[in-house]
């Protein structure tokens, strides 16, 4: 627990200011809030919380093309959606179920496939890298509803953490990579498919969340508790079985998409602990309202 230095209250998450150095609350960890003395020297008034990161250093490869194509859109996006990007992700994935179905039953099946899915028939659609992370099977109805409550109940704590530019990044780029994964295994074992929905981005959130705290109780299907790095590590190993006596697409799922997802948010959280030492307290209290 750490109190923060312009309200007192105390605060399980406290947030460090990297300008000035002060630690307070998700209210005030914002430069602005707080009457930072850093503010002069602000060189970006749209994105206040996020002046640290470097695009020019970080972004490699697939990510190259995804900071070329979000430049724009945080631009004009982020300061309206600042802390709630995730419920902003949540809308778009539902407005994206209804347009699917509208393509369906206007243009067919065919035309769905080619706009919202990443497949191996069309691996050069490039459109479909981020619109397939937003689309979910128009079939299944509980694949975005698992989705959706998975992301509602996670995302929050991971985006007041790390901020709402490297919480996108940490989205798309573990939806994007963990769908090419899919489509580049299916091209190599010659195993056509479709890979489509956001669980390779929401279980990087997952991996991030298991590497800053593997102890956090989450309640699998609201009623068994369970800490978190248990849940992560069963899962990747239902998934590793799954993918040896079935395929990389076993049960129609993309087994191995997901355990991509879930290595990228792994990854990224080792790198986020490295590069942020005294942000981080090694019992986080990420504190989803029931759990999933």
Same mark, same amino acid.
């Given at each position: $627990?750490?109190?923060?230095?312009?309200?007192?209250?105390?605060?399980?998450? *406290?947030?460090?200011?990297?300008?000035?150095?002060?630690?307070?609350?998700?209210?005030?960890? &914002?430069?602005?809030?707080?009457?930072?003395?850093?503010?002069?020297?602000?060189?970006?008034?749209? $994105? !206040?919380?996020?002046?640290?990161?470097?695009?020019?250093?970080?972004?490699?490869? =697939?990510?190259?093309?995804?900071?070329?194509?979000?430049?724009?859109?945080?631009?004009?996006?982020? !300061?309206?959606?600042?802390?709630?990007?995730?419920?902003?992700?949540?809308?778009?994935?539902?407005?994206?179920?209804?347009?699917?179905?509208?393509?369906?039953? =206007?243009?067919?099946?065919?035309?769905?496939?080619?706009?919202?899915?990443?497949?191996?028939?069309? *691996?050069?659609?490039?459109?479909?890298?981020?619109?397939?992370?937003?689309?979910?099977?128009?079939?299944?109805?509980?694949?975005i509803l698992f989705n959706s409550i998975t992301l509602y109940f996670f995302g929050p704590s991971v985006e007041r953490y790390i #901020?709402?530019?490297?919480?996108?990044?940490?989205? $798309?780029?573990?939806?994007?990579?963990?769908?090419?994964?899919? $489509?580049?295994?299916?091209?190599?074992?010659?195993? *056509?498919?479709?890979? &489509?929905? @956001?669980?390779?981005?929401? &279980?990087?959130?997952?991996?991030?969340?298991?590497?800053?705290?593997?102890?956090?109780?989450?309640?699998?299907?609201?009623?068994?508790?369970?800490?978190?790095?248990?849940?992560?590590?069963?899962?990747?190993?239902?998934?590793?079985?799954?993918?040896?006596?079935?395929?990389? #697409?076993?049960?129609?799922?993309?087994?191995? @998409?997901?355990?991509?997802?879930? &290595?990228?948010?792994?990854?990224?959280?080792?790198?986020?602990?490295?590069?942020?030492?005294?942000?981080?307290?090694?019992?986080?209290?990420?504190? !989803?309202?029931?759990?999933?």
């Amino acid at each position: $627990m750490a109190i923060c230095q312009v309200c007192g209250q105390n605060e399980a998450i *406290p947030f460090s200011c990297r300008n000035c150095g002060g630690v307070f609350c998700g209210l005030h960890r &914002l430069p602005e809030a707080h009457n930072c003395d850093g503010l002069k020297n602000w060189n970006d008034p749209l $994105m !206040p919380s996020e002046n640290s990161y470097s695009s020019s250093s970080d972004v490699r490869g =697939i990510s190259k093309f995804l900071n070329l194509i979000s430049n724009r859109f945080l631009t004009f996006t982020l !300061p309206f959606f600042r802390g709630n990007l995730t419920y902003l992700f949540l809308a778009l994935m539902w407005i994206t179920l209804i347009l699917q179905w509208s393509v369906i039953i =206007i243009f067919g099946i065919n035309a769905h496939n080619s706009i919202f899915t990443v497949s191996t028939y069309h *691996p050069e659609y490039v459109w479909t890298w981020i619109f397939s992370i937003f689309a979910h099977s128009p079939s299944s109805f509980s694949h975005i509803l698992f989705n959706s409550i998975t992301l509602y109940f996670f995302g929050p704590s991971v985006e007041r953490y790390i #901020g709402t530019k490297k919480f996108f990044y940490l989205f $798309m780029l573990g939806g994007i990579l963990a769908a090419l994964s899919q $489509m580049g295994a299916g091209i190599l074992t010659a195993t *056509p498919g479709f890979v &489509l929905g @956001a669980s390779g981005a929401i &279980l990087a959130i997952m991996g991030f969340l298991t590497v800053l705290n593997p102890n956090l109780k989450v309640h699998l299907y609201f009623l068994l508790p369970l800490p978190l790095w248990v849940l992560t590590i069963g899962f990747a190993i239902i998934s590793v079985s799954l993918i040896s006596v079935g395929g990389i #697409g076993a049960g129609g799922v993309a087994q191995l @998409a997901h355990l991509v997802g879930l &290595l990228i948010g792994i990854v990224y959280g080792e790198r986020f602990k490295r590069n942020n030492p005294s942000n981080f307290i090694s019992q986080r209290s990420f504190k !989803p309202k029931i759990g999933f």
